[in-house]
């Protein structure tokens, strides 16, 4: 038997645990989403390349993005006064709403060897890592380690905030991850991995 003592610690511990990873609801999410729409879409499929698509990301991911728009962590004043109003309960509802709409996929499109060699294998010259290794095979990412989904994002997008890291513009990766990854690739790596992720199924 368990002393009740022991109980408490583990229903402290499960309920700390539940409460840091708290579920939004999708459908308040949808009607929260209106504001968003102009720019994103009304499904998270936004119909210009410099508005990232938003649907089908890990809702862990997305809430991420936006308090550290918030907070002014990520640096984008659009995003910044977007996310400004929003309570913790508000980013969580957007965040499950998006994770549960289907991203549009690019097409696959032509042979792009330099992008894939770089996603598949890296650059060992540079020190380059396989981007498979952390955003997966098929560019579907991992929601518990927070590597967002990349198959289907605009290519000029990927390109963008690639660019970002690289320059330091973007800094709120975990431990730099990406911006020390960013900062070894070249211009042309970046355009072409950011192709070739874009067209994975
Ligand atoms: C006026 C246009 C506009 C509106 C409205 C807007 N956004 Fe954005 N959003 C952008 C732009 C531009 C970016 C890309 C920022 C960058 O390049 O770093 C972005 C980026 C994002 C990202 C980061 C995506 C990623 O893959 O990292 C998230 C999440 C996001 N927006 C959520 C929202 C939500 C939720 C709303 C509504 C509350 C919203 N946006 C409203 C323009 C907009
Ligand atoms: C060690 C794990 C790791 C590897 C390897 C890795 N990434 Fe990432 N990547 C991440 C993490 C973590 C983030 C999220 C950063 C954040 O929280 O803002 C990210 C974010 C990104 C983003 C931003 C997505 C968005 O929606 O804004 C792009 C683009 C990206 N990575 C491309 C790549 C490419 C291309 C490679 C290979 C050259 C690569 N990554 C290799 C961990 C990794």
Redesign the pocket.
């Known amino acids: 038997m368990m002393g009740k003592r022991a109980l408490w610690v583990c229903f402290v511990l499960l309920s700390g645990y539940s409460l840091a990873h708290a579920e939004g609801n999708a459908a308040a999410g949808k009607e ?2 209106e ?6 879409g009304d499904d998270g499929n936004s119909n210009a390349p ?5 649907a089908s ?1 890990h809702a862990s ?2 809430a991420k ?2 308090r550290e ?1 918030k907070s002014e962590k ?1 640096a ?1 004043p ?2 910044t006064a ?2 400004e109003p ?1 309570s913790d309960a508000d980013i969580d509802d ?2 499950a709403y ?1 994770a549960q709409q289907k991203i549009k996929l690019e097409k696959a499109g032509a042979a792009n060897p330099l992008g894939e060699t770089i996603y598949r294998t890296g650059n060992a010259s540079s020190g380059v890592p396989a981007c498979t290794g952390c955003h997966g095979p098929d560019g579907a990412g991992n929601p518990s380690a927070m590597f ?1 989904a990349l198959r289907g ?1 605009y290519a000029a ?1 990927l390109e ?2 690639l660019s ?1 890291f690289k320059a330091g513009a ?1 800094a709120n990766d975990a431990n730099s991850i990406m911006r020390s990854i960013a900062a070894k690739l070249s211009n042309e790596e970046i355009t072409a991995v950011s192709g070739y992720a874009s067209g994975l199924q």
């Open positions: 929260k989403s504001a968003c729409a102009s720019c994103h410099i508005f990232p698509k938003l990301q991911y997305t993005q936006l728009f990520r984008n659009t995003m977007m996310a929003l957007l965040s998006f967002p994002q997008y963008k905030t970002d973007r």
